[in-house]
């Protein structure tokens, strides 16, 4: 650690570690109660469930990226942070918010939390991902541009490079795009066509800028290879990300009443969409292979590389799976959907905020990096997850598959639930595979706590 406001980034990390946690657990939840449906009925219905599972991912991984930039931008920019007392307001303000949340979701019914925060006064509840409530809504924007003046001040006062530029620019593009969850049209085609303002042009937009910083700078630190060839990488991956992930949004306007021109635009450019996360991959590579020193810390150099492989995987070859018009005319809202958007956001986001958490926390505890022993474990946790999540989404896929052939194409196609019976074996690869994913992540919390010879910091 170089600068001492960059400890503003713990809390954020160990906060984002924690909301992790819970989203797992809400994630065996739900995959239990697909298959045993009445499981923790009616306490924690299913619709709950899954909210709180979305919510938490959504939450955490903002915790994550508000920790990296907080770390990040002080380095790159080379001077303090503007106000670590901000930061770290903050994060109370936010942590506090996102839990109440929870807890509303959680004990009250949902209209009645409606009915409590204001709906009525501007109404933006009830929709996919974006069911929080009015207040918490709002406090997301106040915490994102508290966020953005502290860290625009620390880069227009401090040096500037790609990777704090590309960073600021991905997190101001975050903050815009959540402005769109506050217009909810009554016309359902325009709520739906605006909705993916903000769902896929944070996760196949400007959340790709956020990603190739963090992964661009835990490369500059653990390889020593040139800046400027890491900067040049970064700078075709994230133009290839905006233009195929701008208009490939198309791909999400086949079938809900817009023009039909979008199936061809949505096809072309979401057929280009792996590219730079093809990339993504040979970069990682690249600069791993051409690199000057052998950094101690070895688990953060293997979570880099398993993000550019998994973020291929799943955002690139399983997104390229159902993207073509014709094909998503089968597929649109099946196993198949969730396959990908569970391999896609692990590979894409939850894998990168590991490998900042990875590389920076050791170096926030004034060593270089983590013992051997808490390295081997933490090698370990990547292999249980990543495996894990391969598996996961390949049980989702082939129940997307049989599901597709029973529900959607078979001359005498059977109704919703009798092919939900016919694909439980698949869901109950799932949770178990999901268990092992939950014991990956303990072994990667408890590699912190290892106990061995401390490199110190350089």
Same mark, same amino acid.
């Given at each position: 650690?170089? $600068? ?42 299913? !619709?709950?469930?899954? #909210?709180?599972?979305? !919510? *938490? ?22 001077? =303090? ?8 307001? #903050? ?8 839990? *109440? ?26 929709? &996919? ?24 001040? /620390? ?31 009554? !016309?359902?085609?325009?709520?739906? +066509?605006? %909705?993916? %303002?903000?769902?896929? *042009? ?25 800046? =400027? ?43 280009? &969409?792996?590219?730079? +996360?093809? #990339?993504?991959?040979? +970069?990682?590579?690249?600069?791993? !292979? ?32 159902? /993207? ?34 990875? $590389? ?50 078979? =001359? ?25 994913? +939950?014991?990956?992540?303990?072994? $990667? ?14």
């Amino acid at each position: 650690m170089k $600068y001492q406001s960059q400890a503003v980034a713990k809390p954020y990390f160990i906060a984002a570690i924690g909301l992790f946690v819970g989203q797992i657990l809400f994630g065996l939840i739900m995959g239990l109660q697909y298959v045993v449906g009445d499981f923790l009925f009616p306490a924690i219905p299913f !619709n709950v469930a899954r #909210m709180v599972h979305t !919510n *938490l991912l959504i939450v955490w991984l903002l915790f994550g990226f508000m920790g990296a930039a907080y770390y990040l931008i002080p380095e790159e920019s080379e001077r =303090e942070l503007y106000s670590p007392k901000l930061a770290l307001a #903050m994060f109370w303000i936010f942590l506090v918010a996102g839990a *109440l949340t929870i807890v509303g979701y959680l004990f009250v019914p949902y209209a009645k939390l409606a009915e409590m925060t204001g709906n009525d006064l501007l109404a933006t509840m009830g929709r &996919e991902f974006l069911e929080q409530p009015l207040p918490t809504k709002i406090g997301i924007v106040i915490v994102a541009l508290a966020m953005l003046f502290n860290l625009s001040m /620390t880069v227009l006062k401090g040096r500037k490079t790609a990777i704090n530029l590309v960073m600021l620019l991905g997190l101001w593009g975050l903050a815009i795009f959540f402005l769109f969850s506050f217009y909810n049209p009554a !016309n359902l085609v325009k709520d739906k +066509f605006y %909705w993916w %303002w903000v769902v896929h *042009l944070w996760v196949e937009g400007v959340w790709e800028l956020i990603m190739g910083a963090m992964l661009a700078f835990v490369l500059v630190k653990v390889t020593g290879v040139d800046r =400027e060839v890491i900067e040049k990488w970064l700078y075709v991956i994230i133009a290839m990300a905006l233009i195929t992930g701008l208009v490939g949004m198309g791909h999400h306007y086949y079938w809900i009443g817009t023009p039909e021109y979008w199936q061809w635009w949505g096809s072309v450019f979401s057929a280009l &969409e792996p590219i730079p +996360f093809f #990339m993504m991959t040979l +970069f990682a590579f690249n600069m791993v !292979n051409r690199r000057r020193r052998e950094h101690p810390n070895k688990a953060a150099v293997l979570w880099a590389l398993g993000t550019g492989v998994m973020a291929f995987l799943g955002a690139g070859v399983w997104g390229f799976l159902h /993207t073509l018009a014709p094909v998503n005319y089968y597929t649109h809202g099946s196993q198949i959907t969730a396959a990908h958007g569970h391999m896609a956001f692990y590979g894409a986001y939850v894998m990168v905020v590991l490998t900042m958490i990875s $590389y920076t926390m050791p170096l926030l505890r004034g060593r270089e990096a983590n013992s051997p022993k808490a390295q081997v474990l933490e090698m370990w946790a990547f292999w249980l997850m990543t495996v894990s999540m391969v598996f996961i989404t390949l049980f989702l896929t082939a129940a997307g598959i049989l599901q597709i052939w029973l529900q959607r194409m078979g =001359e005498t196609p059977l109704g919703f639930m009798a092919t939900q019976d016919q694909v439980a074996l698949f869901y109950w690869m799932r949770e178990y595979t999901g268990l092992v994913f +939950f014991t990956g992540l303990m072994l $990667y919390i408890g590699s912190f706590f290892v106990k061995g010879d401390k490199t110190q910091a350089s």
